[in-house]
């Protein structure tokens, strides 16, 4: 008998057995969902989250066209000190609460909370909340402006934002620090064509220029495959960048062309309409956010901060008033000095 044919034979069986039993499975087993992106997370990074719940919060805070307001707060943003009888949150609510055309923003507004505290305090004031959970890393305290747990804080800030990103929303990224006094999407291009806009300290006056400085305190980004390349890329640097937060790090990459090399449209934003501590807005009839950047500690944030808001709403009352009066009050407005921000820098 020959053995080798048997074998031969046996082998061709088997085989044909195999193939055809593979082409029934694909007949009758339901398709996988194509996703949205083409690279995995980080698989070093594992945070503790159901891959659902995540998608689900952000289905509910999006816009029609899957677009979602998102900050990051943590226990030091929510809670009072006992130099203050308020919180940052409190003011950057109270901001979006103060007009009509911001109000109904909230409804699209969701809080990342680092830590429990934050957490609760996001679902006390019945808001869209997710918990961003670490291992190992307890983010509840205030992390100085350029600390080590602030670097550390503004990558996991990263992550998680690129994760929102590959599910296939936009976003306008906001810190808690920034006061919405008007509603910022008119002053933004919502057709498309810029990929990201993004604010900047100090406006050259050219809103296509590399040259900006750029500001990762708020910007508006679109998903799709070139922005979600860059964050991945941006993230890539993370452990080969000691010493620079992410905002350095993704100035870096955009000196180097990343823009260009991933075919990305940026817009920077001006500071008539996206001002900051750093390069105040002359204009108070345009202005719609004021970031406390340039600025080193919370509490000197909330003290500034809520001068803005009060320098704000004198500005408000005056307009109640007859048309003319209102223009001849306004017409010299000039915001506070920001003393406390800039007294921040003597101390660490």
């Known amino acids: 008998m020959d053995c080798s044919k048997i074998s031969i034979t046996k082998f061709t069986v088997v085989s044909s057995l195999l193939l055809a039993g593979g082409l029934v499975c694909l007949l009758i087993w339901p398709p996988m969902s194509t996703p949205l992106f083409s690279s995995p997370l980080n698989s070093n990074i594992k945070p503790k989250f159901w891959e659902d719940e995540l998608g689900d919060i952000l289905k509910q805070a999006s816009t029609p066209d899957k677009t979602v307001i998102i900050t990051v707060v943590n226990k030091a943003y929510v809670e009072q000190s006992v130099d203050s009888n308020t919180t940052m949150l409190d003011l950057f609510l109270e901001s979006f609460r103060l007009e009509e055309d911001t109000a109904s923003l909230q409804n699209h507004l969701l809080l990342a909370a680092v830590d429990q505290t934050a957490y609760n305090r996001c679902k006390a004031e019945r808001l869209h909340c997710y918990r961003v959970v670490t ?91 070139k922005t979600i390349s860059l964050f991945d890329a941006w993230y890539a640097q993370k452990d080969n960048s000691m010493g620079k937060k992410e905002q350095d790090v993704l100035s870096d990459l955009m000196k180097t ?92």
Not at 189 to 218: A, C
């Open 257 to 348: 062309g990343i823009f260009g090399k991933l075919g990305l449209r940026v817009r920077f934003l001006d500071t008539k309409y996206f001002s900051g501590f750093c390069e105040n807005s002359k204009d108070i009839w345009a202005v719609s956010t004021v970031h406390a950047n340039c600025c080193r500690h919370i509490m000197a944030k909330i003290r500034d901060l809520k001068v803005v808001l009060r320098d704000w709403k004198q500005f408000r009352a005056a307009l109640n008033k007859n048309s003319s009066v209102a223009v001849n009050e306004t017409m010299n407005f000039q915001w506070t000095v920001h003393t406390e921000c800039l007294n921040s820098w003597k101390y660490k």
């Open 135 to 225: 291992d190992g890393v307890d983010y509840s305290g205030e992390e100085a402006y350029m600390s080590k747990d602030f670097i550390k804080m503004m990558w996991r800030r990263t992550l998680f934002l690129s994760r929102v990103l590959k599910y296939g929303y936009n976003f306008i990224f906001t810190d808690v620090d920034v006061m919405w006094l008007r509603n910022p999407f008119p002053r933004l291009s919502m057709n498309g064509t810029d990929d990201l806009q993004i604010s900047v300290d100090n406006f050259n006056g050219n809103p296509r220029s590399e040259k900006n400085q750029i500001n990762t305190g708020f910007y508006f980004i679109i998903s799709n495959y």
